[in-house]
């Protein structure tokens, strides 16, 4: 299992239109095979901030749901609501070990 907290930093004028959006790519991601979670979370004191905790079976994973239209339209959607960058940090899974377990 591969998990990535993407986090994300919104225009505050967008904050709406990127919650909609992503609620959206969340919707679709969900439905993949090879998704184990897809969690969407916004910083208590900074709603401007989001993180995106996604959890995968594998790399064939990942890779399939980044050629999904439901994240390639997301990714169009979005590219002009954020005020900085997106950035991605993978993790390996020490705890929950079986998928079982999720």
């Known amino acids: 299992m591969i998990v990535t907290c993407v986090h ?8 709406r239109d990127f919650i909609e ?3 959206e790519n969340r919707l679709g991601s969900v439905g993949e095979p090879g998704n184990i979670r897809f969690d969407v979370l916004q910083q ?3 709603p401007s901030r989001f993180m995106i905790y996604e959890v ?6 990942i890779k399939m ?3 999904t239209s439901h ?8 590219r002009d609501y954020m ?4 950035h991605g940090i993978r993790y390996t899974v020490i705890e929950p070990s ?3 377990k999720w």
Request: net charge negative; glycine share 0%.
């Open 71 to 78: 994240y390639l339209t997301w990714k169009e959607r979005v």
């Open 98 to 100: 079986l998928l079982s």
């Open 65 to 67: 749901h980044k050629e």
């Open 8 to 15: 994300v930093k919104v225009k505050p004028e967008n904050i």
């Open 21 to 23: 959006a992503i609620v």
């Open 56 to 61: 995968f079976e594998s790399e064939e994973a």
């Open 44 to 46: 208590s004191d900074d």
């Open 83 to 86: 005020a900085e960058e997106r």
